[in-house]
């Protein structure tokens, strides 16, 4: 399968832990984006990397949140100290150079007890 | 503040019929519009993209319109399948390679 894959594909947590989001994105991809889905609505945008540099931040992605792209690779989406505000679906999409069409993953769902 | 509207109830139709479905959005000037399906629990599918300066863009069954004065595209289904039944999203891109800005989507029902 080529096309965008996202670990773990279910999380269930306590409030207060930390969990991390693993995305690999289509290989020959340079951009790659993170977005967050509740229940009844649209995707929301959290943050974008082109290659390695994370070059834009939505102001919902508070301190508890970090992401990272090391090698311009892989993607991992961080959050500390869970709350229960934090259940959603989070989305991860990839884009090749000079093309606006976004591939979507599966999703991870969060679950914060 | 920005804001991109979708119709929230659901649309159903028959199968057959042509299925409508409308994005409106308020303080954007978009470069591009997409459109996207997504099927419970699975992530968005791209399927159609219009620039600012076309008004129709379509793929074999599929129709959109862009109007950029009535900030406004109308997304169209013709010959609608029950595998059709699906949310529809529209997401606004202010320049290629950005972020994309989402509606709410639109749930259609297609009934046999």
């Known amino acids: 399968d080529t096309g965008v894959s996202q670990d773990p594909r279910h999380k269930i947590t306590k409030r207060g832990q930390n969990v991390t989001f693993r995305c690999d994105p289509i290989?020959?991809?340079?951009?790659l984006y993170w977005y967050r889905q509740t229940l009844g609505q649209g995707p929301e945008f959290l943050t974008y990397?082109?290659?390695?540099?994370?070059?834009?931040k939505s102001r919902l992605l508070s301190d508890r949140f970090s992401a990272e792209r090391p090698k311009g690779s892989f993607s991992t989406l961080e959050i500390q100290r869970t709350e229960q505000g934090d259940s959603a679906m989070y989305l991860c999409?990839?884009?090749?150079?000079?093309?606006?069409?976004?591939?979507f993953g599966p999703g991870t769902r969060l679950t914060v007890l | 503040s920005q804001k991109i509207e979708q119709n929230s109830e659901a649309l159903n139709i028959q199968e057959g019929k042509t299925a409508t479905l409308t994005c409106n959005y308020t303080?954007?000037?978009?470069?591009?519009l997409q459109w996207y399906r997504q099927d419970p629990g699975r992530g968005p599918v791209f399927l159609l993209l219009?620039?600012?300066?076309?008004k129709e863009k379509r793929k074999e069954r599929l129709k959109v319109t862009f109007d950029t004065t009535l900030k406004q595209s109308l997304f169209h289904i013709t010959a609608s399948q029950p595998a059709d039944s699906a949310t529809y999203l529209c997401?606004?891109?202010?320049?290629?390679?950005?972020?994309?800005?989402f509606g709410g989507g639109t749930r259609l029902m297609v009934k046999p």
């Open positions: 999409a990839s884009s090749a150079p000079t093309v606006n069409t976004q591939y």
């Open positions: 290989s020959e991809h340079n951009r």
């Open positions: 990397f082109q290659n390695e540099a994370q070059l834009e």
């Open positions: 303080n954007y000037s978009p470069a591009y």
């Open positions: 219009i620039r600012e300066n076309e």
């Open positions: 997401a606004l891109e202010a320049n290629a390679g950005n972020m994309l800005t």
